[in-house]
């Protein structure tokens, strides 16, 4: 028995110390069971229910270089005034106004990111938008709101998912069927994945999951 | 535990729980951070840029005088990474360490920002217009005889504008200076050549025998020949490139080659005449005047002064003989005595002699506009404006891409000479020693923001000239181009000619589009032109060709063997490395952190001593030593170095900054001023080899930092490479 407790007292002790130098790491607590990020304050809070809901616009229209590159960018802030200068019944409100305020100045806003990973990934937006949007011809707000929530309800963007590792392999892991039963592909360009090669289920179909080769991200 | 029924077991346990635990504790999103990084967007964008996607764009490197083109990624806004452009003949889409480091030149924090005006020990900070105003008093009354003009190599448009400037101040005091330049070799080849820089081909030749001439590190162009180097050692006609590199301290073409022979400093000139001797001996037919010249020069005698054995002066004159063409390369540790010109006459004659000249030795063409052929940079240039300034015959000094006070040596004064002069001006982008003297700094643009023309000295094929344009925007709001700055001065006096310009960008559009049909295809529009020119970065020209000419020397007067001075008994070779030079670059950091290529020493100085003088004085590696010579001396940590004469010690160049930013200052020694103050009899370039030293211990020892570890880079004794007697080795079989 003494034994036992002298185990158990050993064990606790390195549980905690390990806890608390943990914790002590941590600038905040882990996010809550539902992955959502903090509300992020912003130097003007960006309605995008008003631009993605009601005006019924692309994602794609303000964040345009996420088909092109890495990052989708947030848009320059001439892709803003280019409408809004034309909007004369909300020239006068407290937001607009502040748009043009730092316009006039020649200013560039100071956006806080809200979805930051750390340095050492590299997510590609091009690929994601490429496969989802493109080939697999899906809605844009699904697409982005799979790992961006649902926008279109937000003012300014709160982070809605993880973000996580553990989190983008789940998607990775799925398995995609890429030629269907009786032989049809799905989507017109090839399937290409890294390390994992597609296979072959009994009915014909060809199933795949997504990249899980540690260079995709971290390069 | 003190009970000892603590087992193996339960410790693997409480190993494997608490692992656990800690893995356990640290999952999640501990690094995913929420509003904490700012994400700033532009505010307009040209169409064509995106965040994340690199643009390039071309320019020229200016970290040395062979004026590579580059090619720069520039991404939202900012250069980040430079290499070659594939379509210069230059460098051929290669770049070295200097040029990598011009990332660092650019965006170095101690870039002068603000033009700076003395008070007192301080630097005020004053706008241009004041400067500009301040200048224009200065000059007021000066005349042109008293107005000197102090620059490195100059070239192109920036030159032309420089010249006019000169003009417009009745001033023929342009002074081009350099610390370390061929110029001895110049002088030698106009004379046996008729051109002053032919063209080496390297790639041609079955043997280079290079009298010190270190091609891969710092000599000439030497991203240029390392690539012909490559073509070399893979032969022509099958045959592999034979390289034989002659000098007293090794440099990394040294290491390179396939013999090293060490030479008593100094008598390079007799070995290349001992050879000539030994090649008639071996039966190639000299010339009359030219037998009677070497015929004192017999195996024994040349042996007995250089060092080199007889059976390695006979094996290399085989050499020479059995495999043609062969080509004879001089550098400046030949050049670098008071009989330096003779030395090269003697190294130009054997390429003669070798029938080299028309075959690896041939004339570059002329640039098509003498007005912008670069203008050579000598350390005569130093004499002249150090005379001039002791004299107080230079009232105003101005001063553009030199460093005198770091680089002339103490028995010269430079310093205090230069406080003579009234009123003196530093064009700079750092503050470095020449700044510190000067009574107005002006903050200049870096490579990598300005534009420019240049033409290299060595021109490999055609006449290409390198465009410079900025890779970005200026970095720092108040620095100017060099260009910019020159065309202000030079409307202040003739304001209607230069009304046009508005900029320096505009005057090199405009000079360039005058002469579009030079360039480009008859009738093509202007902006179509300019659009391909800065997409380029370069334009090659067809120059007008030269033909060699075959001037045996008839006399070579080379002094006999000296005696050992006992006071300094020791020869000084200060070494020319390849990241650091002449020092204007010890404040990029990644030069500083490159390990020299021989002894792999970063950060710091050292003197190289051979292992068996080390022990003749009880010296060992790290031992702190003062090296004294009559002109002055420093400290610097030993490093015992079989490759080089045991009668020689060696520091390098470059360190021993007391200004210049935190990445220099501090670091190392610097050996510019404790050289003695000997010329070259014919060109008056200063012997940088001709200094003499002794060595004597201090009582502290340092471990030298160094990448090779605390084992060191020598082989010998471990039987790691094994050599064998050359006449040993069957290599009838090789292919």
């Known amino acids: ?219 | 535990m003190m009970d000892n029924n603590f087992d193996r077991r339960d410790f693997l346990k409480v190993l494997g729980w608490g692992g656990a635990a800690v893995a356990l504790t640290g999952c999640g999103n501990t690094s995913v951070q929420d509003g904490k990084e700012t994400v700033v967007s532009y505010v307009e964008a040209a169409a064509y840029v995106a965040p994340g996607i690199s643009t390039y764009f071309n320019s020229t490197c200016a970290q040395c005088e062979a004026g590579c083109s580059i090619s720069g990624r520039v991404r939202e806004g900012r250069v980040l990474k430079l290499e070659g452009n594939a379509d210069s003949v230059i460098n051929r889409g290669k770049m070295c360490g200097l040029g990598q480091a011009g990332v660092q030149h650019h965006y170095n924090p101690d870039r002068v920002r603000e033009p700076l005006l003395r008070n007192g020990d301080k630097g005020e900070t004053i706008t241009w217009e004041k400067a500009y105003e301040l200048i224009a008093q200065k000059l007021d009354g000066v005349s042109g005889d008293n107005f000197d003009f102090m620059t490195g190599t100059i070239s192109g448009h920036l030159k032309v504008l420089l010249s006019n400037y000169m003009d417009s101040l009745a001033s023929k005091n342009h002074f081009v200076y350099e610390a370390i330049s061929p110029a001895v070799q110049r002088a030698a080849n106009l004379k046996s050549y008729g051109v002053a820089m032919p063209r080496f081909h390297i790639n041609k030749a079955k043997v280079v025998l290079s009298f010190g001439a270190d091609f891969l590190g710092a000599w000439v162009s030497p991203v240029h020949f390392s690539q012909q180097y490559a073509q070399f050692r893979k032969g022509n006609d099958g045959q592999r490139g034979v390289l034989v590199q002659v000098e007293s301290k090794m440099t990394l073409t040294g290491a390179n080659a396939d013999r090293w022979l060490v030479v008593k400093p100094g008598t390079e000139g007799v070995l290349a005449l001992g050879v000539i001797n030994a090649l008639g001996v071996a039966g190639l037919s000299l010339p009359a005047s030219v037998a009677a010249m070497v015929k004192p020069y017999d195996k024994e005698r040349v042996s007995q002064e250089t060092g080199v054995s007889t059976e390695h002066l006979v094996k290399l004159a085989a050499l020479l003989k059995e495999r043609s063409p062969s080509l004879v390369l001089l550098g400046s540790a030949a050049e670098g005595y008071a009989h330096g010109s003779q030395n090269a006459a003697a190294i130009n004659l054997l390429n003669q002699v070798l029938g080299n000249v028309g075959k690896t030795i041939e004339a570059a063409e002329s640039v098509p506009f003498p007005q912008i052929a670069p203008s050579l940079g000598s350390s005569a240039a130093l004499r002249m404006v150090g005379n001039r300034l002791a004299d107080g015959q230079t009232k105003v000094l101005f001063t553009y891409g030199v460093n005198p006070v770091f680089t002339a040596p103490k028995d010269s004064n430079f310093a205090a000479h230069m406080a003579k002069a009234s009123f003196k001006v530093a064009f700079a982008h750092y503050l470095d020693e020449t700044a510190l003297q000067a009574d107005l700094v002006l903050p200049l643009d870096s490579a990598l923001e300005d534009w420019g023309t240049h033409v290299a000295e060595y021109q490999p094929d055609g006449v290409q000239i390198s465009i410079q344009q900025p890779l970005m925007e200026k970095l720092h709001a108040n620095t100017r181009g060099m260009g910019d700055v020159l065309l202000t001065l030079i409307k202040k006096t003739r304001a209607a000619e230069y009304a046009e310009f508005e900029d320096y960008y505009a005057y090199v559009r405009t000079a360039l589009l005058q002469n579009k049909r030079q360039f480009a295809d008859a009738g093509v529009d202007d902006d179509v032109f300019w659009n391909d020119l800065l997409s380029a970065g370069l334009v090659n020209v067809a120059g007008t060709s030269n033909k060699l000419v075959a001037n045996l020397a008839s006399e070579i007067r080379l002094p006999a063997s000296e005696g050992v001075d006992a006071k300094f008994p020791l020869r000084l070779i200060p070494s020319v490395t390849a990241n650091l030079r002449d020092g204007r670059h010890a404040n990029q950091p990644w030069l500083q952190e490159s390990p020299d290529p021989l002894t792999t020493i970063v950060w710091d100085s050292w003197v190289e001593i051979h292992p068996k003088k080390a022990a003749e004085l009880g010296i060992v590696e790290g031992d702190i030593v003062e090296v004294e010579s009559k002109s002055g001396s420093v400290k610097a940590q030993a490093y015992l170095f079989n490759g080089i004469h045991p009668d020689a010690v060696s520091i390098p160049l470059g360190r021993g900054h007391d200004a210049m930013g935190r990445y220099a200052k501090g670091f190392g020694v610097n050996p510019f001023p404790m050289l003695d103050r000997i010329f070259d009899d014919e060109t008056g370039e200063l012997a940088m080899h001709e200094t003499r030293v002794r060595i004597t211990k201090t009582s502290t020892r340092v471990i030298v930092v160094k990448d090779e570890g605390a084992a060191g880079g020598n082989q010998h004794g471990k039987k790691i490479a094994m050599s064998m007697a050359s006449d040993a080795v069957d290599l009838s079989g090789e292919a």
Not at chain 1, 39 to 67: L, W
Not at chain 1, 122 to 148: D, L, M, S
Not at chain 1, 189 to 212: I, L, Q, S
Request: some cysteine.
């Open chain 1, 1 to 219: 028995m003494y034994r036992f407790i002298r185990f158990a007292i050993l064990l606790m002790g390195l549980i905690s110390a390990n806890s608390s130098f943990a914790a002590d790491a941590q600038l905040e607590p882990l996010t809550t069971a539902d992955d959502l990020g903090p509300v992020v304050e912003q130097p003007i809070e960006f309605p995008h229910n008003r631009h993605a809901k009601d005006m019924g616009i692309n994602c794609i229209y303000c964040h345009t270089y996420s088909r092109r590159g890495n990052v989708a960018g947030i848009p320059p802030m001439q892709k803003c005034i280019g409408c809004h200068q034309n909007i004369e019944s909300v020239r006068e409100t407290p937001r607009i106004k502040k748009l043009f305020e730092y316009w006039d100045a020649k200013k560039a806003i100071p956006w806080k990111k809200v979805h930051d990973l750390p340095d050492f990934v590299r997510f590609n937006h091009e690929r994601h938008i490429k496969r989802f949007v493109f080939q697999q011809n899906r809605p844009v707000q699904e697409v982005c709101g799979a790992c961006h929530g649902d926008v279109k309800e937000m003012t300014v963007a709160r982070r809605q998912k993880s973000l996580a590792m553990g989190w983008c392999m789940s998607c990775h892991e799925k398995e995609h069927v890429v030629v269907a039963a009786g032989g049809t592909p799905i989507g017109t360009a090839a399937y290409w994945y890294a390390m994992k090669k597609p296979a072959v289920k009994a009915d014909g179909t060809v199933v795949a999951k997504g990249p899980n080769d540690c260079s995709s991200c971290h390069y």
